[in-house]
Structures are given as C-alpha cells and as structure tokens.
C-alpha cells in the first residue's frame, strides 16, 4: 500500500490535484478539511465541535482528526494507498501517522509538497470563495489567520520528512495542467 501526503499552504491546489491523482494510482483521497465539512453540513457531534475552530481558521484537535483517518485505514479496501490532503498538520499527527501505518507493517511513502508564495495564496482563496462559499474562505482575516496557522504548526513538518528522506517539493505556481504532470513525475519514482 502507498501512503502518500499531500502537503502545501492553503490554496496551493491539493483538492485541485487530489483527483487525477487517486484516478491514475487506484488511491482513496482523504481530505481532513472535506471530513470535517461533512460532519459540518450533517451536523453530527464531531461537526459540532469542529464548526467555531475550522470557520475561525484555527485547527481541530488533533485526536478528531487522527481518528478520522484511522476509521477510513480500517474501513476502505480495494485501492493501491491512500492520498493524504490536510493531513498531518501537526508534529503530533505526524507523529500519530507514523505509529499507525507502522501499526499496518507498512511507512509513509511520500510527501509531494505543492508550494506557492503567501500573497498568491490570497489571491487564489478569494476567487475559490465565489465558487465554492467556504465559509472559511469568505473573509480576509480568517484567510490570514489559515496562513499563520500553516507557518507556525504545519510548515515545521517540512523539516520532519526531509530528514526521513520523503520530502519532495513541487512548484505549484505554474498552471493546473503544469502542475500535475511535475506531480506525476514525482509520483512515478515512489
Ligand atoms: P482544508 O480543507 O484542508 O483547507 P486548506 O489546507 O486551507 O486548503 P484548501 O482546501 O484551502 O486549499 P487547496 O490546497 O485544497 O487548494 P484548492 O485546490 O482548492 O482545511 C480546512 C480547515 O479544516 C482547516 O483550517 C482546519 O480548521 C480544519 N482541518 C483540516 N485538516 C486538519 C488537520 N489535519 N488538523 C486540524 N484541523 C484540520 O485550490 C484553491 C483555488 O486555486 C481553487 O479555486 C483552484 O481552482 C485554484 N487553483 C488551484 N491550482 C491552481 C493553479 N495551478 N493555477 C491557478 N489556479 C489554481
Ligand atoms: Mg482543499
């Protein structure tokens, strides 16, 4: 099984990427921020809790959204791996990745990084929010909130994989076609 990470700050385009990714490798695409919405929109207990944090912009805890994925590790079968996309965001979560794929005899595979620079992450979040109506994304001080939060707790991650040799960082600021055949190109070699 692979155990790909789909990194990258707000709006660098992992959801974008995410599903010619899952087609051509046979992956299951589990997006934390997509769980969490649906738990949102249904209203569950989990989606209850997670409203206030996810619309300021701020992370959940990180034990929901460990349990999250491990529920779909033991629930869906017949795919070739799993595309992580906003997850993990933490040290901790990384943490707790590493112990659970371990738990399956298996590692994490690679980490394809989709980097951007902070003002197109502005630009491309706020054309995404006509479309989308994240709530999340409808004002400017929760988008840079998003952005500090990615800096401060996520970016240090990028630290954690390099060193275990599984960092590998795509330019993301070209076009969606362009960018996914550099994707392609990585994913090939893992
Ligand atoms: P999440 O849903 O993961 O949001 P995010 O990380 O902020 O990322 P986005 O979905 O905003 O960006 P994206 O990279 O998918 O960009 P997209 O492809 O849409 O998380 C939301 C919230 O949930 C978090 O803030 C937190 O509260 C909570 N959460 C989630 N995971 C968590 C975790 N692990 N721990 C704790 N809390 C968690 O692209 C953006 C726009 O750009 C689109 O309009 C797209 O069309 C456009 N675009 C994409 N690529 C290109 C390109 N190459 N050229 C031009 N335009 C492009
Ligand atoms: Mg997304």
Known sequence: M????????PGAGKGTQASAM??????????????????M??????G???????????LVPDEIVEGMIENKFNSVKDVDGF??????????????LDAMVAKRGESVTAVVS???????????IKHRAAIEGRADDAREDVIRHRIETY???????????????????????????GVRESIFSVMDKY
């Open 2 to 9: 692979k155990y790909y990470i789909l990194f990258g700050p």
């Open 22 to 39: 899952v087609e051509k490798y046979n992956l299951c695409h589990l997006s934390t921020g997509e769980l969490l919405r649906g738990e």
């Open 41 to 46: 929109a249904a209203g569950t207990p989990l």
């Open 48 to 58: 209850v809790q997670a409203k206030a944090l996810v619309e300021a912009g701020s």
């Open 83 to 96: 595309l992580l996309d906003g997850f993990p965001r933490t040290a901790k979560q990384a943490e707790a």
């Open 114 to 124: 989709i980097m951007i620079p902070d003002s197109m992450i502005m630009e491309r």
């Open 151 to 177: 800096h401060e707790k996520t970016e240090p991650l990028i630290e954690y994989y390099t060193k275990a040799g599984k960092y590998v960082e795509i330019d993301g600021t070209g076009t969606i076609d």
